[in-house]
């Protein structure tokens, strides 16, 4: 059974940093594309972070120069680095696995940023 498990989110404030874990059971991650998205309440989902299976990681624009996707392979893991949190960032963030028809997301784990 495929599953996605994501670690790391909590209460943080404004400045501060968090690195987000998504770990993957019967699936190797690097082997497919990954993606990470958030949902704000009262917000649609969005992507903001993709790492294909080769070539550059794409952001969205607000989040560019603050957040860092990257894969561990020893891990079968894919990481996100979140510095320099504003309290917009706060959401819930779900990482997400592009198979090849279908998709597998994880539960999702939540970071607030707040003084």
């Known amino acids: 059974q495929v599953q996605l498990v994501e670690s790391g989110g909590g209460l943080v404030q404004p400045g501060g940093s968090l690195r987000l874990s998504c770990e993957a059971s019967?699936?190797?991650?690097?082997?497919?594309?990954m993606r990470w998205y958030r949902q704000a309440p009262e917000k649609e989902r969005e992507l903001i972070a993709a790492?294909?299976?080769?070539?550059?990681?794409n952001y969205v624009d607000s989040v560019k120069g603050r957040f860092t996707i990257s894969r561990d392979d020893a891990k079968n893991t894919v990481d996100l680095q979140m510095n320099d949190l504003k309290p917009e960032d706060t959401a819930v963030y779900y990482c997400?696995?592009?198979?090849?028809?279908?998709?597998?997301w994880g539960r999702g784990t939540q970071v607030t940023v707040s003084s």
């Open positions: 997400m696995l592009l198979g090849r028809g279908y998709e597998i």
């Open positions: 019967g699936r190797r991650v690097s082997m497919y594309p």
């Open positions: 790492i294909p299976t080769g070539g550059t990681p």
